[in-house]
């Protein structure tokens, strides 16, 4: 079983009430074979909500509490909100036994390798989202929409 990024389904949970449909993803979805999440819903965030970047550093810090994640709006502090998504989403990884996830690049819970820099400016830094960073720690590895094609599933 491999755990996905509910959005890359069609799931309208993204931080705007859209999606980031991948036929790809949804094709796993529909064979059987993946669990569709949203750690930013886990974590109690309503949709639509205000983008989020984690400030002052990547994932592994957030989970460190040396940084945190704030809304567009800078004194919104949603750090507790990803720290339980991440959680949550690990549960359910282990619920069904997943040793892989695909999930959304660049978000603040989901990107892989490369995630925005907190400026809300669309410049990017390398690191992980917190979910990324939580489930890389259990040993599941993830993937991205973009980095999908070196999964051979």
């Known amino acids: 079983m491999i755990i996905v990024s509910a959005c890359l389904c069609g799931v309208n949970c993204k931080w705007d009430g859209g999606n980031n449909l991948d ?15 949203c750690p930013e819903q886990l974590g109690g965030l309503e949709t639509p909500r205000e983008p989020c970047e ?13 940084a945190r994640v704030n809304g567009s709006r800078q004194n919104n502090d949603v750090t507790a909100n990803f720290i339980k998504g991440a959680y949550e ?16 690049a660049r978000s603040p819970s989901c990107g892989a390798n490369l995630i925005y820099d907190g400026t809300f400016s669309g410049c ?13 720690s259990r040993g599941i590895k993830v993937f991205t929409e973009e980095t999908l094609d070196e999964l051979e599933l």
Do not use: F, S, Y
């Open 89 to 104: 989403t690990l549960k359910i990884a282990e619920a069904v036994g997943a040793n892989i996830a695909i999930l959304k």
């Open 124 to 136: 990017k830094i390398n690191g992980n989202g917190v979910t990324t960073q939580l489930l890389l």
């Open 54 to 66: 984690i400030v002052n550093g990547i994932g592994v810090d957030v989970l460190g509490g040396t």
């Open 23 to 37: 036929a790809r993803v949804l094709k796993l979805l529909k064979e059987g074979k993946a669990i569709p999440v």
